[in-house]
């Protein structure tokens, strides 16, 4: 039990941070320096482009394609990498028992289950689709402030009422994160050993954390008003403009979308 | 001082859903230009009498005039009043502190131009130009109530409304808060703060309400904090210099080290017929 605190309270140190990534954001980078409504409709297409193929290849072009784009906005894969990784891991955790289930031309076999070709194919497309999907909207997350993409996004006349939920889940998800931790911490620094523990007392924390987000949420909200929130989130524009790095993006998108046309035929 | 007042509570009682009375018969009056500081022990009734009067929560009972106006628009108040709240944690939810700075202004569509202006000032006056790219979390106590402090200040408010701001702070941090406090109010700002560290209020306050739930007392700075049973009476301590020059037999009583130097000066010089003389006098 008291290792589960720890790891639940380092995951939720890492989501915390995985959130605040915005440092990156305003470094001088290139897709930092694009559109905002260029770079956010290029990364939703190229989601877009990832969904709906299924060759592998294409998937690891893209995928590469994200990793050369982090590197030209200047951030460390060493901080970018850990952060989604563990997501796409999740994913072939997932995807795993395909490998055995797929009917199809048998590869080898593995402790007397054969494995196909088919299946392995499979579970490869799906993997590879989730990482560049999560690189891909990673790349938004690294280099946009929140507030940029929640004025883009109004600005593309996505619904108020989306926007806005979007807002206020983005910033009390960050105010709970930090609540949690705190939390865990404090149990953390009362505890010995893992004797006496129980799920019981992680019963109790849990339900100490339900009363405590309520508590954080009202004292947030507060704050909110306090400085003149309406009940709409309202943002100073940024980087509206065109550039040249936003024509190069552009151009980048549009030959991936030609790519994955040929790849069709 | 301007003669014109800008906030009038009437009879405010506040009572908390589980029935705990926050505040009752609470009269309060602010004018402009002024420095009030709100002096009582813990659950008191400092913060929620604050928060009453930035607009925050309603009162159960009572009544609250903003700038003379019986009703005044949520956008209005908010342009003129800016009020911190006690834990930074909870003003700083934004992922940068350039972010949380830039929240206030931008709802209350303050022109871009002016707020890059005021940031640039803000920022430099508190010296946290290098946390502006820092997330919250990450900052040390001192560092956060500065930002929230600031959070405050680049809404460019008339009045400031600030909960116990010295509560978590450093010395350091402490005085020079102090210093750009004063000069705000020098600059016109209208200025209220709780507190229960008392050794603060005579840098700060040119009016102090006393509170414990209802108001005790409400008076020039100097005639509050020399009262010391009443001060004792309602869980404060004195001033250390007030108790200082009791046990000295000064007259009249200091309240800051400047005042206390020049009384104990007045008092060698004299070679203590002064003492005399005031206890004779007494």
Redesign the interface.
Known sequence: MADFTRTLREISGLL?DF?????YA?RKGFLQSVNQKAKLTGILLLIALAISTQNPFYLFFLLLFSLSIVILSKIPLRAYLPRFGFIPLFAFIIVIPWLFLTEGEPAFSLLGVEITKEGIMYVLTFGLRVTACVAAISLLLFTT???DLLYTLRSLKIPEMFVEILGITY??L??LL?ELQKMLLGKESRVVSAKGNSWRTGAKITANFMLRTLS?GE??H?????????GK????PRNQGWNANSSAFVAIVAAMVVLWLLTRL | MASDKIIEARNLKYRYPDGTIGIENVDFELWRGERVVIIGPNGSGKSTLLLILGGLISPTEGSIKFFGKEKIEPYELRRKVGILLQNPDDVLFNPTVREDLEFGPAQIEMPEEEFKQILHAVTQMLHIEHLLDKPPFRLSEGQKQKAAFGCVLTMKPEVLLLDEPFSAVDIETKLSMIRHLNELNRQGVTIVVTAHDISVVPLIADRVYLLNKHVVAVGKTREILTNVELLRKNGLDAPPFVEFALKLGLNPLPLTVDEAVRSVRKLIKSGGKEKEEANESD
């Open positions: 915390r959130l605040a990534a915005e440092e305003s402030r929140v507030s910033r009390y960050f105010s930090s954080k004292k947030v507060k704050a909110m008003l306090a400085r003149g929130y309406s989130f309202k943002t100073y």
